[in-house]
């Protein structure tokens, strides 16, 4: 599968397990970063989304899905969750403390 995304280490095409990731976060920015961020990162993202606490939806390649943090199951009867960055919480200071994760990510 060729991707949309850019790798920054290596300036091409990412080549990910992923294809499509799902954030909940403080806002729609950090929610839209974390999202790619999991897409770049490829499996290393699932220990790094855990560590930070937020809430994810991953689909693999093959259509299997993972889900991380709380990400709720699909309702009986309702269609399943898609492309979903939703935003939680007050503004206050988690958009920093997501900023500081991203900083010290693996892609650094």
């Known amino acids: 599968m060729l991707h949309h995304l850019i790798d920054p280490r290596t300036g091409g095409p990412v080549d990910s397990p992923w294809r499509t990731a799902s954030v909940v976060a403080a806002t729609c920015v950090d929610a839209n970063t974390a999202a790619i961020a999991a897409v770049v990162m490829g499996t290393r993202a699932i220990a790094w989304l855990e560590a930070a606490r937020l809430p994810a939806r991953l689909v693999a390649v093959d259509g299997t899905v993972t889900r991380l943090n709380g990400w709720p199951e699909p309702a009986d009867g309702g269609p399943p969750t898609?492309?979903?960055?939703?935003?939680?919480?007050?503004?206050?200071?988690?958009?920093?403390?997501?900023?500081?994760?991203?900083e010290r990510s693996p892609l650094s």
């Open 82 to 102: 898609t492309c979903l960055r939703a935003a939680r919480g007050s503004a206050g200071q988690e958009p920093q403390r997501l900023r500081n994760r991203f």
